[in-house]
């Protein structure tokens, strides 16, 4: 009866397991859209060596995610698996972002590359307390095949629109244009307020989803007593769950979507900046835009999921986003676009973003609902629930490959050799067309990977209902032994 009530959960569950889903958000744009730009057009780091300092970061985190992720499928606590580790990193992370935005009075240049360093890996592995235990309740707050990818909506539009708040709000009135700093992407103080506000907003955040959902905690998944745990078997069963041949598709499909993520999120302001010449104000509209791209992606991911199914809709989908996306790049190579400057192009521009930023996310939320069913089949083959390790091994590839992305495109701005300081409208040509090139061409490669290996994914909701089914005969046989 209480795995009813879990499946019955509604609504307001369901905003509530979304809302914590906007500072990851907040936490994702600021690191992959504004601290790159920051620390080396801003403060004088080399761009390459904040590319790698931001890998290292995401390495050095990814480690933590399997760790977690197995901590929290088996942690036995009144507060049930999930929830400790939630409120427990609410603070660590909140502090430890506001640093990263104030460095030491008077460190500039490649001198900041031990602060950065530490202080990034100190963001990452603290929110991974909180991400990698709070992604993995979807798969115990329902079992419905078509429930998750409704849970999984208001997740993904929440971080989308949680980060294109504050990054917009930033952009509007914070990184504004002065006297003293000239482009408002150069303006100092605006970065430094950006980090305090977008901390606060992420405490809001995690404390919404872990008090919006602790309700559930008396009916979710108890941990099974399979004795003593050890190292020996923490690898052993890591390895078990990390077998099946559907998660390695996602997990494959995760690497290169999620390189090709952090190459168009590294580059974002340096394409509109510099590529385009927009102003901030209209970088700005560009980003609020992303409030309708969610709205239609809230509607459109359950739709296309219960008529297509979750695997074919994602290759679909993203197989449409993903060509569309470099595409206003590409024509501006081939001269075929408006003018910088000209209101043809900012509309074309909009619209394209629209359309495809919609589509990206409603390819994202089918993504991560195909990994939830993968739980109930590892359970018919283990006897064991995984959802943290799971998650977590998304995750982990997530960081591991944009952090290879925020690497790459660190190598195109080197080729590209765009100068410090230097202000939209005096970039050569050369330079506005390697950058071009290295964006489009790079992630039409990567994001034509990604769906290449959805093809492995082999649970359609026939096999989902069937690993149901089969589990329900195994608890009821279970109960009969007990009884």
Not at 152 to 165: H, I, K, M, Q
Request: proline share 3%; charged share 15%.
């Amino acid at each position: 009866m209480a795995e009813a009530a879990v499946r019955k959960a509604g609504l307001w569950t369901k905003l509530a397991y979304g809302s914590g889903a906007a500072a990851n958000g907040i936490k994702n744009n600021g690191f992959e859209y504004f601290l790159l730009f920051y620390y080396s057009q801003v403060l004088g780091v080399d761009s390459a060596l904040v590319g790698a300092t931001l890998m290292i970061a995401m390495f050095v985190d990814g480690i933590s995610d399997p760790i977690v992720g197995y901590w929290s499928d088996n942690l036995k606590t009144r507060l049930g698996r999930r929830h400790p580790f939630m409120y427990a990193s609410i603070i660590p992370v909140a502090i430890a972002y506001i640093f990263a935005w104030n460095p030491p009075e008077g460190m500039t240049g490649n001198a900041l590359f031990p602060y950065l360093l530490m202080i990034t890996i100190l963001v990452r592995i603290a929110y991974t307390f909180y991400e990698v235990p709070s992604s993995a309740l979807v798969a115990e707050l329902t079992d419905d095949y078509d429930e998750r990818t409704s849970f999984l909506s208001f997740r993904y539009v929440f971080g989308w629109t949680g980060g294109v708040a504050i990054a917009a709000y930033t952009l509007t009135f914070l990184l504004v244009e002065t006297e003293t700093y000239g482009s408002g992407f150069l303006n100092v103080e605006g970065y430094r307020a950006y980090g305090t506000l977008a901390a606060v907003a992420i405490v809001i955040s995690m404390l919404l989803c872990a008090l919006g959902t602790h309700r559930h905690i008396p009916n979710l998944r108890k941990p099974q007593d399979a004795g003593e745990i050890t190292l020996k078997r923490i690898f052993k069963e890591i390895g078990e769950s990390l077998s099946n041949k559907s998660f390695q598709g996602l997990f494959m499909a995760a690497l290169f979507g999620f390189m090709a993520a952090g190459v168009a999120a590294s580059l974002n302001y340096y394409i509109n900046g510099f590529f385009w010449e927009f102003t901030s104000a209209q970088t700005g509209l560009l980003t609020i835009s992303v409030f309708i791209s969610a709205g239609l992606a809230l509607v459109l991911a359950p739709l296309v999921s219960k008529r297509l199914g979750k695997k074919r809709g994602a290759i679909i989908v993203g197989g449409i986003a993903f060509s569309v996306a470099p595409m206003p790049v590409i024509l501006r190579l081939l001269g075929v676009m408006p003018p910088n400057g000209s209101d043809l192009l900012f509309q074309i521009i909009l619209v394209v973003t629209v359309i495809d930023v919609a589509l990206i996310i409603a390819y994202q939320i089918m993504a991560a609902s195909m990994i939830a069913d993968i739980v109930e089949e590892n359970e018919l083959k283990t006897g064991r629930r995984s959802e943290g390790i799971y998650f977590a091994g998304i995750s982990f590839m997530r960081k591991m490959a944009r952090g290879s992305g925020l690497f790459l495109a660190s190598i195109v701005l080197a080729a590209a050799d765009l100068s410090r300081n230097i202000q939209p409208g005096d970039v050569p040509a050369n330079t506005l067309s390697l950058l071009g090139a290295g964006y489009a061409f790079g992630l039409l490669a990567l994001w034509g990977t990604a769906i290449a290996f959805l093809f492995r994914y082999q649970i359609s909701r026939e096999d989902h209902e069937a690993n149901l089914a089969a589990l329900e005969r195994s608890r009821n046989a279970a109960n009969v032994v007990e009884d």
